[in-house]
């Protein structure tokens, strides 16, 4: 506690003790509610950005009346988050909470805030931009016919081969207005999110799609088909930065990747979480992560 949080303190308990004292008869009848102090919201968060965005948070965005205690989230924090061990838990993306809460049955746990996604982005070293075009590559039977820089119809793009990022990869591509598929962007049961190329109703600028494992060969991979998604860290490891080269971006409304913030009913309508949850979804944390991450950690609200 700081010295100036102690002082307020000790000023309303003198207050409050010389109140009893000159009160009529009786024993004095001494009320501490009002110089209780809450204390701090001991946050389970996880290692790298997910502690970043908090820090920044804490320091820049909450009125000094909340503070956060931020702490390593172990294997089991939503476990100690609902038996009262913990406060908070932000370390998680919506289907892994809902999938340990579905396995153990935390039903008194629930998201309070969805506050940032690490999109995946649709990247090519050979093409800028995803415009309309009527350019066409690879058809086989005629020669490439190409105005422009734009991604041509028949472009090859290759797709994370894990059902994760080939799903992923799919709705990115439908955001760009590539594909369309046979259901909406956001859903989070096991079919929606793990969709294929079964789920795709029309190649809009016919695309072949290709699942590939990039373990090894990224670089080549980057350079050999028209297009490639990948996660911002493949993308680091190329040299390329989100906001500058990517063709899309994964769009962070409705998207069921986002971060979470988790909150047990025993803190339903505490003020600390609902300051903590509206600057999670600020637009002044939305301008942090623009100017810190360059699209590589990107806000859910706009």
Not at 24 to 40: F, T
Request: glycine share 8%; charged share 20%; hydrophobic share 45%.
């Amino acid at each position: 506690m700081s010295v100036a949080r102690r002082a307020r303190v000790a000023a309303v308990l003198a207050v409050v003790l010389l109140t009893a004292v000159l009160g009529c008869g009786g024993e004095p009848k001494v009320d501490y509610a009002a110089a209780r102090d809450a204390g701090a919201l001991v946050v389970y968060v996880g290692a790298g950005e997910d502690r970043e965005i908090l820090r920044y948070v804490a320091e820049e965005l909450l009125p000094d009346s909340v503070r956060l205690e931020l702490a390593d989230a172990p294997g089991d924090a939503n476990a100690r988050v609902s038996s009262g061990a913990a406060d908070l838990a932000y370390f998680q993306h919506i289907p892994a909470f809902e999938a340990d809460r579905r396995q153990h049955g935390y039903d008194d746990l629930s998201v309070v805030a969805a506050a940032t996604v690490v999109p995946y982005g649709l990247y090519s070293a050979r093409w800028r931009s995803v415009a309309e075009t009527q350019s066409w590559v690879n058809a086989g039977l005629v020669a490439d016919d190409i105005a422009g820089d734009s991604l041509p119809h028949g472009s090859r793009v290759a797709l994370p081969a894990t059902p994760t990022g080939f799903a992923r990869g799919l709705y990115l591509l439908q955001s760009a207005g590539l594909v369309l598929l046979d259901r909406p962007f956001g859903g989070t049961t096991a079919p929606d999110l793990t969709i294929t190329q079964a789920n795709v109703r029309d190649s809009l600028r016919h695309l072949t799609l290709l699942g590939l494992s990039y373990d090894e060969y990224l670089d080549a991979i980057y350079r050999g088909y028209d297009a490639v998604v990948l996660n911002p860290e493949q993308a680091r490891s190329l040299g390329l930065e989100p906001a500058r080269d990517a063709l899309a971006l994964e769009p962070g409304p409705r998207n069921p990747y986002a971060h979470v913030l988790v909150a047990p009913a025993r803190l339903a309508g505490d003020q600390r979480v609902l300051e903590l949850t509206h600057a999670l979804e600020s637009p002044e944390l939305g301008q942090f992560l623009a100017t810190t991450y360059r699209g590589a950690n990107i806000p859910v609200a706009r």
